[in-house]
């Protein structure tokens, strides 16, 4: 979206906020804004905004690898149960594909949520803003909400334990953006 005019701090209830630039974004509090799905599948009325964490990429990845893992090894057993594969063929299957997963995330993505799932973007939410302090105290925008990911037995669509949403880190888009905006 490319605006006739700037957008001032001071515009009414609604003003721009600096994006960050550079890749670098070290854990730590954020917040995160949106009109995405609430619980019971609901979305609000009004827009809301919640409290969460950066989190290290190690610490997404791991989480995201370990519910693939129960997730392919539950389906493993189900299916050498029908099929009759001996255990020790499935547990050699589970080996070598668990040793073989590749990272969920690349370098131009950011996690952020809490570990019990509680607080984090839904359906919904993509696109907004995730926003952190920088260290004089004004907001700055680090992340657009992008994708998340849910157990495949899941009642719910979001807020899982330890499976935390992810963000494009627009820091790695800062030169694309500045191009394209003074163009």
């Not at 979206?1 to 003003?15: D, I, M």
């Not at 906020?17 to 609430?38: E, F, K, N, T």
């Not at 669509?157 to 880190?169: E, I």
Request: charged fraction near 20%.
């Amino acid at each position: 979206l490319q605006l006739a005019q700037p957008v001032e701090r001071s515009s009414g209830p609604v003003g721009a906020i600096p994006v960050h630039r550079g890749s670098d974004l070290p854990p730590g509090p954020a917040v995160v804004i949106g009109w995405g799905m609430m619980e019971e599948e609901k979305f609000p009325a009004t827009l809301l905004e919640t409290d969460i964490d950066v989190v290290p990429t190690a610490t997404c990845v791991r989480g995201m690898a370990e519910q693939t893992k129960r997730e392919l090894g539950g389906y493993l057993l189900s299916l050498g149960a029908v099929n009759r594969i001996p255990q020790n063929a499935l547990e050699q299957a589970f080996a070598i594909l668990a040793e073989n997963l590749g990272p969920a995330l690349s370098d131009n993505m950011i996690c952020a949520g809490v570990p019990s799932g509680e607080r984090t973007s839904c359906n919904g939410d993509s696109g907004g803003p995730l926003m952190v302090r920088d260290p004089g105290g004004n907001w700055t925008q680090v992340g657009i909400v992008s994708w998340g990911r849910e157990p495949l037995d899941a009642t719910k669509r979001c807020a899982h334990q330890d499976l935390y949403s992810v963000y494009t880190r627009v820091g790695n888009y800062f030169d694309w953006i500045a191009r394209h905006v003074q163009g």
